[in-house]
């Protein structure tokens, strides 16, 4: 179903042929576009110039990379299945409401038709061409707006099943990035806890140093101080020997 609904987008952007790019294109990762040229059979520009008219409408998206040897970009391309969707959701409720316009349209007013022509007129028409037909001069009969009626009813539940299908694929697409933005939230989370902890044990090592060092200061400050006792004591003792 997705990808029927992703076919007819491409089409209505570029036309039929565009359509085997649907294929190529992937929704999580970006492709070469050398490569997508290659299995369309197409030149480099042909290949570039459908994906330009796809992104000119926001339906795909791309990146580029630099050849490190060669020195030129390569551009790489992943379809917007999102935004594909909500392109044919909104094209779907533009034909839908037109239909409907035509409907009440056909319910309110009446229409003419030369029959021998086949060429329809609304009621102002065909007063200005006074009931008859320019070409034939075959007067006109009023039209039947039943089966056109019926036809255009026809239609426009098929345009409502087919809105209610792309808005369910729609609900489905948004919770996919819901689920993967949620991830991210979550990759992120468990980065800042994890930087969180590595500050708290950089901050305990280093309370722990501080600690040790001012343990070994207050260490040697005695020992210094012991040292010079004893010195004076020694030197005391030989003043006093020297007086004897």
């Not at 994906?51 to 630099?66: A, E, H, P, T």
């Not at 102002?124 to 001069?137: P, R, S």
């Not at 990759?187 to 600690?211: D, F, H, T, V, Y």
Request: overall charge positive.
């Amino acid at each position: 179903m997705l990808k029927n609904f992703l076919n007819e987008v491409i089409s209505i952007v570029v036309g039929k042929p565009g359509e085997p790019i649907v294929n190529l294109l992937e929704e999580e990762k970006y492709v070469n576009e050398f490569i997508i040229a290659k299995k369309l059979d197409l030149t480099i520009n042909q290949t570039r110039n459908i994906l330009y008219k796809i992104s000119d409408q926001g339906l795909v998206s791309s990146i580029r990379k630099k050849d490190k040897k060669k020195g030129w970009y390569t551009y790489f391309w992943k379809i917007e299945v999102l935004k594909s969707l909500e392109f044919l959701r909104d094209l779907i409720t533009k034909n839908l409401t037109q239909l409907r316009n035509q409907i009440k349209s056909r319910e309110t007013k009446r229409f003419y038709v030369c029959e021998r022509c086949n060429i329809e007129y609304n009621e102002e028409n065909a007063m200005l061409h006074d009931f008859t037909c320019n070409e034939c001069g075959e007067v006109f009969t009023v039209k039947d707006n039943e089966k056109v009626l019926k036809e255009f009813k026809k239609n426009e539940e098929k345009l409502e099943n087919k809105l209610k299908l792309v808005e369910e694929q729609i609900t489905i697409e948004k919770a996919k990035l819901d689920k993967i933005k949620m991830k991210e939230i979550k990759k992120i989370e468990n980065e800042k806890i994890k930087k969180r902890e590595e500050n708290r044990r950089l901050q305990k090592e280093a309370r722990e140093k501080e600690k040790k060092d001012s343990l070994k200061k207050k260490q040697t400050v005695p020992s210094k101080a012991k040292k010079v006792v004893k010195k004076e004591i020694k030197t005391k003792t030989k003043k006093v020997s020297k007086k004897k």
